[in-house]
T-cell receptor, first 113, second 116 residues
Framework: RKEVEQDPGPFNVPEGATVAFNCTYSNSASQSFFWYRQDCRKEPKLLMSVYSSGNEDGRFTAQLNRASQYISLLIRDSKLSDSATYLCVVNMRSNFGNEKLTFGTGTRLTIIP | AAGVIQSPRHLIKEKRETATLKCYPI?????VYWYQQGPGQDPQFLIS???????DKGSIPDRFSAQQFSDYHSELNMSSLELGDSALYFC???????????????FGEGSRLTVL
């Protein structure tokens, strides 16, 4: 079983719609959580961090449920530019204290005009 | 603003050959990470360095080695290349221990290795 699991999609969603992704992680000692975005053949880039209390950044809302070990991302009023692969990322500190990010397989989103 | 620089951007090698990838982190970043991303796959963590010392090791094959130099740039050396090594290799950097806890790694544009 992978440490971080996501529905690979693809999700084909009409422009303006709301779409939600979920992600589950297996290691209960995981310390922090993030959503990264990756465009085709490009490098991953941080979209937003995920906090226990839930957090919102414009049209994007992220939530964390530690008890159930899942993370969600909600995109409202989707735009064509939202088309990308969304990577759920779980962070554990290594023994040296630096970041050790584990990526999910990613969920591919295509926004349809 | 300066980003993570990787070279070469594209590399074609034959089986059993050797390849070296280079990574120049963002200025003042002292931690470097290497990830491998196969076609349709998620990025897989290979190895990381903090202050020129190996800080963590992931699924890096024994045929691969890496180091971080005094100027903080890093090199990933791959020997006895196999067809399955064809992938996009990302380098990422962060500042300080724990990357200030933000979890934000800054990725380079990647080096695409093709093994024929």
């Amino acid at each position: 079983r992978k440490e971080v699991e996501q529905d690979p999609g693809p999700f084909n969603v009409p422009e303006g719609a709301t779409v939600a992704f979920n992600c589950t992680y297996s290691n209960s000692a995981s310390q922090s959580f993030f959503w990264y975005r990756q465009d085709c053949r490009k490098e991953p880039k941080l979209l937003m961090s995920v906090y226990s209390s839930g957090n919102e950044d414009g049209r994007f809302t992220a939530q964390l449920n530690r008890a159930s070990q899942y993370i969600s991302l909600l995109i409202r009023d989707s735009k064509l530019s939202d088309s990308a692969t969304y990577l759920c990322v779980v962070n554990m500190r290594s023994n040296f204290g630096n970041e050790k990010l584990t990526f999910g397989t990613g969920t591919r989103l295509t926004i349809i005009p | 603003a300066a980003g993570v620089i990787q070279s070469p951007r594209h590399l074609i090698k034959e089986k059993r050959e050797t390849a070296t990838l280079k990574c120049y982190p963002i200025p003042r970043h002292d931690t470097v990470y290497w990830y491998q991303q196969g076609p349709g796959q998620d990025p897989q963590f290979l190895i990381s360095f903090y202050e020129k010392m190996q800080s963590d090791k992931g699924s890096i094959p024994d045929r691969f080695s890496a180091q971080q130099f005094s100027d903080y740039h890093s090199e990933l050396n791959m020997s006895s290349l196999e067809l399955g090594d064809s992938a996009l290799y990302f380098c990422a950097s962060s500042l300080g221990m724990g990357g200030s806890g933000t979890g934000e790694l800054f990725f380079g544009e990647g080096s695409r290795l093709t093994v024929l």
